[in-house]
């Protein structure tokens, strides 16, 4: 008797670390999603700058103040970013798939708890 | 053809399965309903944008005119060069452009919105007749089960 208690308590931390671990993927996938949007942003800036010929005049909203830029630092600042999110991207991507391992583990490790429980509740049953 | 192979596929799947499948399909025409919205007020506003260069381009220097402040704020001024505007390319940067590199600038993310909007178009079409076709072999064997008794 004793022995069920403890398994369905066991069945409920590691349902509740399921939960926590599901709720964590779904941050991953919001975080994802808005640093993809931002990459793809800063390929438009890139494109329109690289279209640019040396004299062109590149302004940057710094607050409420536009204030004159170099093209070749404008340049320079939008590539760094854009290194910088794909690093962020490939960083997510990793941590995603170390999440979802423990995910699909958890999943088993609480199945086959479930099954142990019924194993001994039908054992308890006929006895 | 490819139709028809896979409606046998989606036949063999089960009653659960198959729901799982159909709720899974509309959610996902949903968000590609979105998205094509979200384009088409995209290209409408780029659109009002270009005809407003190209009404600002009829407009000769010293023309007087009334400069918005807020939006209900407005001051009367005098058109300066109207050769010059300043492009918002996005992520805080602005170009300065000719009148005729901006109008290119309007067209140019006009036509790469239109051809994103085919192309998810597609997929959307796509995705609607998957969730269909869900549909009606979900409903053909909920109606084989019931007459049953």
Redesign the interface.
Known sequence: MAAVKELQRDLENKANDLNKLQKDIAKNHQVRKKYTI?LG??E??LK??DL?NEE???????GPV?VK?DLAE?NAN?RK?IDYISAELKRLDATLQDLEEKQNSKKEAIFKLQQRIQALQAGKGKA | MAASSSRMEIEKLSLEQLRGLKEQADLEVNLFQDSLNNIRTATARLEIASSALHDLSLRPQGKKMLVPLTASLYVPGTLDDAEKVLVDVGTGYFIEKTMVEGKDYCERKIALLKSNYDQLLEVATKKKSIADEAGAVLQAKLKQLSPAH
């Open positions: 931002q942003e800063n438009l800036v329109e700058l640019l062109a005049n590149v302004y940057k909203l710094i536009l830029q404008a939008v970013r």
